[in-house]
């Protein structure tokens, strides 16, 4: 699931170069998309009892790059986006203030758990890279 991470970080951190689309950044469902594969991992990473659906996120985060492609964006835009360590910080932040508003406290393994188990339940953006092992 690292890869996958490795992976969505490509899309996620962001390109400081000018150019008339509004980079990556701006791109709202790439990002969210991103962001659920993220939260995924980091509950798995979490909690033994839920594990990660590897080849699902894989194919999943090679259609938002498909995706990037379609928009217009450079195979060196989508890696300039992917280095930018700003970018990346801001994207872990959204993670952490997604699963602290949803009860996780890093301290406990068990809440990464439960919000695993919702997030299944509710077949979540973020649920559908999880299973319960």
Request: contains cysteine.
């Amino acid at each position: 699931m690292r890869v996958i991470v490795a992976g969505a970080l490509v899309l996620v951190l962001g390109a400081g170069s000018v150019q008339s689309k509004p980079g990556l950044a701006s791109e709202t469902d790439i990002n969210a998309g991103l962001l659920a594969v993220g939260i995924a991992d980091e509950i798995r990473k979490n909690c033994d009892s839920i594990g990660g659906r590897v080849i699902k996120a894989l194919f999943y985060m090679n259609s938002l790059k498909q995706r990037a492609r379609e928009r217009g964006y450079s195979e060196a835009e989508i890696d300039a986006y992917v280095d930018n360590k700003a970018e990346k910080r801001k994207m872990r932040h959204k993670g952490e203030a997604y699963m602290a508003a949803k009860g996780v406290d890093p301290e406990k393994p068990e809440t990464f758990c439960d919000l695993g188990r919702a997030e299944i339940a509710a077949e979540s953006s973020i649920g559908k890279f999880l299973t319960k092992e």
